[in-house]
């Protein structure tokens, strides 16, 4: 069976940091690509963070977290790893990693294209 599991999330104060993985089982990431998606309530989803590991290892980040996210990947455990440091109040979403190319504008998370994680709730506090 092929699928995604993911872990980590939970709740922090403004300024702290949380570390989310997701490990795969029936495909390998280096050979997928994977990223990371959010989903606000009341926001659509998007993607936050995507590495091309099936083409160069080249790692997208979008603009509101670059600096304060590392998108990291283990191909021995299967696992990719989304370090998240000087959380804020806006990053509070349900997190999705989903394997396959970047989905650039998705439509919802998760969403029809790829292999999608259960998600996981981060909540960033004030």
Not at 47 to 61: A, N
Not at 87 to 104: F, H, R
């Amino acid at each position: 069976e092929v699928h995604l599991v993911e872990s980590g999330g939970g709740s922090v104060q403004v300024g702290g940091s949380l570390r989310l993985s997701c490990t795969a089982s029936g495909l390998s990431f280096d050979v997928s690509g994977v990223g990371w998606y959010r989903q606000a309530p009341g926001n659509e989803c998007e993607l936050v963070s995507h590495i091309r590991s099936e083409v160069d290892g080249s790692t997208y980040y979008r603009a509101s977290v670059k600096g304060r996210f590392t998108l990291s990947q283990d191909n021995a455990k299967n696992t990719v790893y989304f370090q998240m440091n000087s959380l804020k109040p806006e990053d509070t979403a349900v997190y999705y990693c989903a394997a396959g190319p970047p989905i650039l504008i998705p439509v919802a998370c998760p969403a029809d294209i790829g292999l999608w994680g259960q998600g996981t709730q981060v909540s960033v506090s004030s």
